[in-house]
T-cell receptor, first 109, second 112 residues
Framework: GIQVEQSPPDLILQEGANSTLRCNFS?????LQWFHQNPWGQLINLFY???GTKQNGRLSATTVATERYSLLYISSSQTTDSGVYFC???????????FGAGTQVVVTP | DAGVTQSPTHLIKTRGQQVTLRCSPK?????VSWYQQALGQGPQFIFQ???????QRGNFPDRFSGHQFPNYSSELNVNALLLGDSALYLC???????????FGPGTRLTVT
């Protein structure tokens, strides 16, 4: 099956800093989503981005499907950005997600 | 517009027992998928229901079974619980099988 690798595994940021999270995948994908999991376990949708670039406030994402990677940018980080960020991809027409192992982000005041 | 809802929030069961978890999809969604997330790991796909049929299944034993009702809500049943079944169980819904998925808050299952 497809391999999804996220880097870095852990990230510690000072409030106000910018960061880039990466998601590499080993095969062509139909869909790709980025999620933020809060401390209570809720997975919050950030981006649905099988290709191209999207922006939502301080967050933006770029997927280069031909080179099999996606990037999530966090600008001017806030303590509420803390949590685990997951990349998830599908390779078929049914939407079976394969998740990466996540990037644990801690933003300190 | 209610999002994906799951019940119960928390559950404690004894090894060998059976458990049923419930999920109501987001309004307008007809596809439901279930995931298991062990502590410190990413969610693992269990199975997906569409048009009341199981369409895809991950690498989970037959002890894990499910159902989808005509109103698109779904149940996940786990028989003969093992300690290793302790995890956060997440339900996701979408407007069609390969569309953007939205997750519920999860059910945290503890098996003692």
């Amino acid at each position: 099956g497809i391999q999804v690798e996220q880097s870095p595994p852990d990230l510690i940021l000072q409030e106000g800093a910018n960061s880039t999270l990466r998601c590499n995948f080993s095969d062509s994908v139909n869909n790709l989503q980025w999620f933020h999991q809060n401390p209570w376990g809720q997975l919050i949708n950030l981006f649905y981005i099988p290709s191209g670039t999207k922006q939502n406030g301080r967050l933006s994402a770029t997927t280069v499907a031909t080179e099999r990677y996606s990037l999530l940018y966090i600008s001017s980080s806030q303590t509420t950005d803390s949590g685990v960020y997951f990349c998830a991809v599908t390779t078929d027409s049914w939407g079976k997600f394969q998740f990466g192992a996540g990037t644990q982000v801690v933003v300190t005041p | 517009d209610a999002g994906v809802t799951q019940s119960p929030t928390h559950l404690i069961k004894t090894r060998g027992q059976q458990v049923t978890l419930r999920c109501s999809p987001k309004s307008g969604h007809d596809t439901v998928s279930w995931y298991q997330q062990a502590l410190g790991q990413g969610p693992q796909f269990i199975f997906q229901y569409y048009e009341e049929e199981e369409r895809q299944r991950g690498n989970f034993p037959d002890r894990f079974s499910g159902h989808q009702f005509p109103n698109y809500s779904s149940e996940l049943n786990v028989n003969a619980l093992l300690l290793g079944d302790s995890a956060l169980y997440l339900c996701a819904s979408s407007s069609k099988p390969n569309a953007e998925q939205y997750f519920g808050p999860g059910t945290r299952l503890t098996v003692t």
